[in-house]
């Protein structure tokens, strides 16, 4: 099979090490003014450790991924439109195709020491390599046996040979180091991946370490402040987010070795995979946390499918810390709650309580700097909590307390009575007490009963295998729930002893609820073993949610224009409430083929990979579109899961061919486009050169 496009697009990469001016000169460092060496070879001083290794598996690798790529979309054909590209870099003859090549980058020491790039390129034959490098504007200028120079027009790169190799860098003095093999140096990575990125932690200096995390714990500090108008409890919970994030990358920075990410294309199983892979030093807090985080088996194991439209779960352990400040999070949570039943009984809005004198934030003995996790902002005064508020959070509490996080999602596939699709969502969450939550929460819907904004509340409406369910439906529904889970939806809430359930949809969904549950309840989950344990996973079937969006696009344009409408009305009665000129709101153009914004651009019209065309008016002419074509099969889910391992911890991307194909078909579009722009051009040239 003659090489595809995707080999003379990969070409790049291939030429990148070769050529690494154009990609580091004005990013990285300044270019080097020494062109030449001298006759006295440098004393090599010392073993380069590299800070981080850049690598591709091999040139043969690579293009037989990309064979397949186009293999998978049926368009061989695109080979023939790029057979000669090859050439224009001598088809890369001397470069050997089956080792590795890629850049490592290196520490300038210094007082900040600043990072540079040695790239590899493996050779096979010298002379044709040679020959390779010379087939355009640049030459090729012989040092000494094992240096020689690559001239262009304005950059010049040193090259220094060693074993199968040739080593490139922006300064002479860049080569003067015992570099490691690069076959050996990259083993463990191109096994695994065709292309992978590694930071190697232990190479960074304390000092830069500590300098990085200063800055961060200040930003961190600076970006968590109290925004005006923030509600207490999501003020108190993107806290604790960011500074459970500030943890894990404190302990990543300095108990971390090794972070990897990495991408691989298996053509046996028909999958891509994309990773972010840590290990943590041994016997490490950092190493500790990342094995226990699956230690325990969800709850919820039984009924973890990847056959629906979309799974999420979660079963992972807290942290001391972490489970600190989700109780603390709570106690702000519980005084919110307090406040908005109040208010939802009565009808009115509670007044607020008398504000606190200001007071000054608390300070470090040592640094004089604001405690971690403190804020200047005083604390409210709590208002007495409701038994019925106080059982609900009283459990949350114990749950976070107890350290194990437990719960899951999902959307079940259902027909709507026009054979458009939509869903049911439900889902369940492991608590601790839970019989105390259950009696809390049935109290306060009991209080609510009645009121305005719900449309109907019914307790009590069934029971099974210990489970209380009541049914909820709310005053108001928007026309986007409508679409998604059907005509009049409501929510069923399930109580028990051990969880809390919910389901989302038509009176169907109350029975679905009760068949997951009985899958839940059919035997406790087993202990899983380690290859097994996963803490988080989430799998979404793209066709599924691809078929919902084309059988309501309509009507979600109708909602998405009547809520622009409304909100331009809004901006208007603003704008003359504070004396404007009245004006009359323009006409709605979307039915004007050409109708666009101040861009010019067609209202709605998309441009990028994966072709354009009016988004809200779909050319009726053109063919299936490109994510159509894609997930035409079964095979269009995607898999993310965090898991322990044995060294550390891994988050993995696993894509079905769908995807691969989708990303083929894009491809395979801007070829088709570029071909037909070329000849285009080459018939206009044709008639003016008929008309001279």
């Not at 199968?164 to 300064?171: K, M, N, S, T, V």
């Not at 054979?419 to 009696?439: E, I, M, N, R």
């Not at 088709?672 to 008639?687: F, L, P, S």
Request: proline share 7%; glycine share 8%; with cysteine.
């Amino acid at each position: 099979m003659a090489k595809s496009f995707l080999r003379r697009w990969f070409l790049i990469a291939v030429a990148f090490p070769i050529f690494p001016c154009e990609f580091t000169a004005d990013s990285l460092m300044a270019q080097s003014t020494n062109s030449s060496k001298t006759d006295v070879q440098p004393v090599v001083k010392e073993k380069a450790i590299p800070l981080a290794v850049l690598c591709a598996a091999g040139v043969e690798r690579w293009l037989n991924t990309v064979d397949y790529v186009f293999e998978a979309i049926k368009r061989d054909e695109l080979s023939d439109f790029v057979g000669g590209q090859m050439s224009k870099v001598n088809d890369l003859k001397g470069v050997d195709r089956d080792k590795p090549f890629g850049m490592l980058i290196f520490l300038k020491p210094g007082l900040l020491p600043q990072p540079y790039p040695v790239s590899f390129v493996p050779i096979k034959n010298l002379g044709e390599m040679i020959g390779t490098l010379t087939t355009g504007v640049t030459t090729v200028k012989k040092i000494d046996e094992t240096h020689y120079d690559i001239v262009t027009d304005n950059n010049t790169i040193h090259a220094k040979l060693a074993g199968e190799y040739a080593w490139l860098a922006q300064e002479t003095d860049q080569l003067d180091y015992e570099f490691p093999n690069p076959a050996d140096l990259t083993a463990r990575l191109t096994k695994r991946y065709d292309a992978a990125f590694e930071f190697n932690l232990t190479s960074v200096p304390e000092a830069i370490k500590l300098i990085f995390l200063d800055f961060l714990r200040a930003s961190t500090e600076t970006a968590t402040q109290q925004r005006d108008g923030e509600p207490d409890g999501a003020y108190q919970l993107r806290r604790v987010n960011a500074l459970n994030t500030v943890d894990f990358i404190e302990q990543l920075i300095l108990q971390g070795e090794r972070l990897t990410f990495g991408l691989s294309v298996d053509q046996k199983t028909k999958h891509a995979t994309i990773e972010a892979d840590v290990v943590a030093k041994s016997d490490s807090d950092f190493s500790r946390l990342l094995q226990d985080m699956a230690s325990r088996p969800s709850y919820f194991n039984n009924v973890l499918r990847d056959d629906v439209p979309l799974t999420f779960s979660m079963s992972t352990m807290l942290t001391p810390s972490n489970q600190k400040r989700m109780a603390e999070f709570f106690d702000v949570a519980e005084q919110e709650a307090t406040t908005q039943l109040a208010n939802l009984i009565s009808g009115e809005k509670k007044p607020e309580l008398p504000k606190p004198e200001p007071v000054e934030p608390q300070l470090t003995p040592t640094s004089g700097k604001p405690k971690r996790g403190s804020s200047a902002k005083p604390k409210k005064p709590k208002q007495p909590v409701p038994p019925s508020v106080r059982d609900v959070f009283d459990s949350l509490r114990a749950t976070s307390l107890a350290g194990h996080v437990d719960f899951f999602v999902q959307f079940l596939a259902e027909e709507s009575a026009d054979k458009k699709p939509q869903f049911t969502f439900l889902g369940g969450g492991k608590v601790a007490d839970g019989s105390k939550l259950a009696g809390g929460l049935s109290e306060i819907l009991r209080q609510i009963k009645g009121r305005p904004q719900l449309a109907a509340l019914d307790l009590n409406i069934d029971e099974h295998k210990g489970v209380t369910f009541h049914r909820i439906r709310g005053s108001e529904i928007r026309r986007t729930d409508e679409i998604m889970y059907g005509d009049k939806p409501a929510l069923y809430v399930g109580l028990s002893s051990q969880a809390i359930w919910f389901a989302i949809g038509q009176p169907s969904a109350l029975d679905q609820l009760k068949l997951v549950i009985d899958k839940v309840q059919a035997g406790a989950p087993q202990r899983p073993g380690a290859e097994s344990r996963v803490a988080i996973q989430f799998t979404v079937h793209a066709k599924r949610w691809l078929e919902f969006g084309e059988s309501n696009q309509d009507e979600f344009r109708r909602v998405a224009e009547g809520a622009r409408e409304k909100s331009e009305a809004k901006d208007r009665a603003v704008a003359e409430a504070a004396g404007a000129k009245p004006t009359e709101a323009a006409p709605a153009n979307n039915d004007k083929p050409n109708a666009g914004d101040n861009s010019g651009r067609p209202r709605g019209q998309r441009r990028g990979l994966f072709g354009g065309g009016p988004l809200n008016r779909p050319d009726p002419n053109a063919g299936p579109s490109i994510p159509k074509q894609a997930f035409s099969g079964d095979d269009d889910m995607v898999r993310i899961d965090v898991r322990p391992t044995d060294l550390g911890g891994r988050l993995k991307f696993e894509f079905d061919e769908g995807f691969v194909r989708l990303v083929g078909l894009g491809v395979s579009s801007q070829i088709d486009a570029a071909n037909k722009r070329e000849k285009e051009r080459q018939e206009k040239k044709k008639e003016a050169e008929a008309k001279n």
